[in-house]
């Protein structure tokens, strides 16, 4: 069964915005830390931000900070990522992920999805 499933991504121009999606059919969003990551061609997978349980609580990676926002509604057991001023740099696959606690490293999350495509040009 599926468990975290993302949606959202596509191609925008520099200073547009996109908002993700990130469903989690399979599990109790509600009871677990929802973050979202990304990976470029050729680079790391990279921590971008994640929320708290009940949403009270974030925290960003710096070059995303005021510029994009992570929100939850546990209701629709969905966490979402509205991306504004978006960057060339800001291209690469963004995945979501469900976890116990708090982090910023990848290992400290149990389920992932597939990724989304984001793609911005200059």
Known sequence: QVQVVE????????????????????????????????????KEREFVAWISFGGVYTNYAAAVKGRFTISRDNAKNTVYLQMNSLRPEDTAVYYCAAGPRASTSLNQYDYWGQGTQVTVSS
């Open 7 to 42: 949606s959202g991504g596509g191609s925008v121009q520099a200073g547009g915005s996109l908002r993700l999606s990130c469903a989690g059919p399979g599990i109790s969003f509600g009871n677990y830390f929802v973050g979202w990551f990304r990976q470029a061609p050729g």
